[in-house]
């Protein structure tokens, strides 16, 4: 099992808003270190999303948002739209294992 | 534009090496690591270590300690991925992003990705 803890999945309609959380432990997230969110269309490779736990990218829509707070972190998006169907990870660092570690992964069906 | 561009697919039998290749344009290469993270047909990605471009500096994930070597190579702005004794559980694609080891600004961009097959 991943060292980041995702729902498996998550589902919304269009126009509505959903939000994924990622949580973590003392050595990670709680360590104060930065979460990333990355969103995976099919069959392409993953773009980032959200930097430093709640800093977009030129280019990312506002409808995403990021926020951290304890051991856990959430991404947030607003405004679903059919393109947002994805698979979203959180990323972060983790000093027990010296290593970046990403969350398992969450899929986003939008009904 | 910043662009990381991997080399082709490979098939290998087990046991067998792979040398992926991602080359870097539009920024200064060694002002910036390259991390490499591969995705198992069907599964979640797996963070597989970091290389500075700077000073050759590199992090690896325990698991792969011991079969993992990543270079670069700055005349070129290129960075290099090898795996040694491949085993069926190493099929995967394989993709390199531009960014540290740890940090606040996160993997970006990626590469296209590599697929490697080993099968006998």
């Known amino acids: 099992q991943s060292v980041l803890t995702q729902p498996p999945s998550v589902s919304g309609a269009p126009g509505q808003r959903v939000t994924i959380s990622c949580t973590g432990s003392?050595?990670?997230?709680?360590?104060?270190?930065?979460v990333h969110w990355y969103q995976q269309l099919p069959g392409t490779a993953p773009k980032l999303l959200i930097y430093?736990?709640?800093n977009r990218p030129s280019g990312v829509p506002d409808r995403f948002s990021g926020s951290k707070s304890g051991t856990s972190a959430s991404l947030a998006i607003t405004g679903l739209q059919a393109e947002d169907e994805a698979d979203y990870y959180c990323?972060?660092?983790?000093?027990?294992?010296?290593?970046?570690?990403f969350g398992g992964g969450t899929k986003l069906t939008v009904l | 534009q910043v662009q990381l561009v991997q080399s082709g697919a490979e098939v290998k039998k087990p046991g067998a090496s792979v040398k992926v290749s991602c080359k870097a344009s539009?920024?200064?290469?060694?002002?910036?690591?390259i991390s490499w993270v591969r995705q198992a047909p069907g599964q979640g990605l797996e963070w597989m270590g970091w290389?500075?471009?700077?000073?050759?500096?590199?992090n690896y994930a325990q698991k792969l300690q011991g079969r993992v070597t990543m270079t670069t190579d700055t005349s070129t702005s290129t960075a290099y991925m090898e795996l040694r004794s491949l085993r069926s559980d190493d099929t995967a694609v394989y993709y390199c992003?531009?960014?540290?080891?740890?940090?606040?600004?996160?993997?970006?961009?990626w590469g296209q990705g590599t697929l490697v097959t080993v099968s006998s």
């Open positions: 290389i500075s471009a700077y000073n050759g500096n590199t």
């Open positions: 430093g736990n709640s």
């Open positions: 003392s050595s990670n997230i709680g360590a104060g270190y930065d």
């Open positions: 539009g920024y200064t290469f060694t002002s910036y690591g």
């Open positions: 990323q972060s660092y983790d000093s027990s294992l010296s290593a970046r570690v």
């Open positions: 992003a531009r960014g540290g080891n740890s940090g606040p600004l996160g993997f970006d961009p």
